[in-house]
């Protein structure tokens, strides 16, 4: 699983002097240089397509998050006429390829006046079926104690979602901003398809026209793909020690 990620490591310090097809490969480059990544830095705006990934990726996580959990809570604690209904019509469309339903959020984005923004690349994940899926179920995990404490102290519905339900379920929400962030750092035809001003290419875009400027130069497009991963690889890094079962019970006194 790690061998591609060592090879294209390999590839990107490797210098012009050095065969990257060669046979057997030579996966330690003879002459390590950092070149590759400068020319890339240089030769395309980079740091504008960083900018643009990492705006486009916190708001779609952090919208993501706010619209899943509001649809999961209802869903998992509320008791209503066609609850079950409603959930199990959001979770079908798991099954629906991104691909049936693009030309549509394309025309729909059009008429919105969101082509070329920030806000027309967010606009197909605002939500999402295995969020809610995700969310619900950890709502259900939630122990009825606390939700029964919280309203004995007089909290509203918002204020229990906000104060108990969101707290006691904060793995479940870095599991899933996780998952979001990494779909929305990666996603490649979605903005292929709304973007056509270069100022507003994420990482994805920048490294596929790394191919066309460089004339397929393996190194610098190997170059461009660890400046595009890494900001994942540190995330997952920082984040993986939260994704880990919680005590909600722990908040109950006996």
């Not at 061998?3 to 060669?22: G, V, Y």
């Not at 984005?109 to 295995?130: K, N």
């Not at 994942?232 to 908040?251: A, C, E, K, M, N």
């Amino acid at each position: 699983m790690l061998f591609p990620l060592l090879w294209l490591l390999s590839t990107a310090l490797k210098s012009s002097t050095e065969n990257i097809l060669q046979s057997p490969p030579q996966l330690i480059p003879v002459q390590p240089t950092l070149q590759n990544f400068i020319q890339v830095w240089q030769a395309l705006p980079f740091g504008q397509y960083l900018f643009n990934s990492i705006l486009v990726a916190f708001l779609t996580v952090g919208l993501n998050l706010l619209f899943c959990s509001l649809a999961a809570y209802p869903l998992a604690r509320m008791s209503f006429t066609g609850r079950n209904f409603i959930f199990l019509a959001i979770v079908s469309t798991i099954m629906i390829p991104f691909q049936i339903v693009m030309i549509p959020l394309y025309i729909l984005v059009g008429q919105l006046g969101l082509r070329d923004s920030y806000l027309g690349m967010i606009f197909p994940s605002l939500a999402s079926a295995f969020g809610i899926f995700l969310l619900r179920q950890a709502f259900l995990g939630v122990p009825k104690e606390l939700e029964e404490a919280a309203r004995l102290d007089g909290s509203s519905e918002l204020g229990l979602w906000w104060h108990i339900m969101l707290p006691a379920i904060r793995p479940a929400l870095i599991t899933l901003a996780i998952f979001v962030f990494i779909g929305a750092w990666s996603d490649f035809l979605w903005p292929l398809i709304v973007i056509q001003n270069e100022n507003l290419y994420t990482l994805p875009l920048g490294v596929a026209k790394l191919a066309g400027t460089f004339s397929l130069d393996w190194r610098l497009v190997a170059a461009g793909s660890i400046i595009s991963i890494a900001p994942v690889l540190i995330l997952f890094l920082f984040l993986q020690r939260y994704i880990v079962p919680t005590d909600t019970g722990s908040g109950v006194k006996g």
